[in-house]
T-cell receptor, first 115, second 114 residues
Framework: AQSVAQPEDQVNVAEGNPLTVKCTYS??????LFWYVQYPNRGLQFLLK??????LVKGSYGFEAEFNKSQTSFHLKKPSALVSDSALYFC?????????????FGAGTQVVVTP | NAGVTQTPKFQVLKTGQSMTLQCAQD?????MSWYRQDPGMGLRLIHY???????DQGEVPNGYNVSRSTTEDFPLRLLSAAPSQTSVYFC?????????????FGQGTRLTVV
């Protein structure tokens, strides 16, 4: 069975500082990994994904994530955070061998960027 | 382009009432799913469908029913609402057979059961 862990309920960062949101996963075989962001009272928006290839994946709004197979991690990063990045972030995993392609989500990490 | 549309956006039900949450997508996606979002628990899969006439249960299916008569629509029915079903509900869609594609989400339905 696949699972995702986001060890931090909340991450606080000052505007202009680097932002990291952690994610670890458990899945048999090679995973498909995704990051989504949710702004208040909105649906989830896709940020980026790792399928195969380069371990560093670049996505929307200046975000990137690094896939680390040995540590089973897929941490989300942004070099310089903005106040507008304050939102709820979800990591998700799909088992490529699952023909139904079900997404398993982590519990979410609230990011608070202060001016 | 509308994407995934959910109605209503907000709903208050009394315990024991039934209702249907609507979900429609205009991207011709075969795969559709329903999630509920509760604080500290992320999104949990309720039911999903890989095409018209084909549905299956997810992680938390009890108290919910689904059907898929068309590619576009995937309604979620609450048979007899309970306070434990107070939550935010999201519908999502994605192409089937391509597990490497991202899912597209609706704006959500905030349901309160009193």
């Amino acid at each position: 069975a696949q699972s995702v862990a986001q060890p931090e309920d909340q991450v606080n960062v000052a505007e202009g500082n680097p932002l990291t949101v952690k994610c670890t996963y458990s899945v048999s075989g090679n995973p498909y990994l995704f990051w989504y962001v949710q702004y208040p009272n909105r649906g989830l928006q896709f940020l980026l994904k790792y399928i195969t290839g380069d371990n560093l994946v670049k996505g929307s709004y200046g975000f990137e994530a690094e896939f680390n197979k040995s540590q089973t991690s897929f941490h989300l990063k942004k070099p310089s955070a903005l106040v507008s990045d304050s939102a709820l972030y979800f990591c998700a995993v799909r088992d490529p061998t699952d023909s139904w392609g079900k997404l398993q989500f982590g519990a979410g990490t609230q990011v608070v960027v202060t001016p | 382009n509308a994407g995934v549309t959910q109605t209503p956006k907000f709903q208050v039900l009394k315990t024991g009432q039934s209702m249907t949450l609507q979900c429609a997508q205009d991207m011709n996606h075969e795969y559709m799913s329903w999630y509920r979002q509760d604080p500290g628990m992320g999104l949990r899969l309720i039911h999903y469908s890989i095409g018209a006439g084909i549905t299956d249960q997810g992680e938390v299916p009890n108290g919910y029913n689904v059907s898929r008569s068309t590619t576009e629509d995937f309604p979620l029915r609450l048979l007899s609402a309970a306070p434990s079903q107070t939550s935010v509900y999201f519908c999502a869609s994605s192409p089937t057979g391509t597990a490497n594609t991202e899912a597209f989400f609706g704006q959500g339905t905030r349901l309160t059961v009193v």
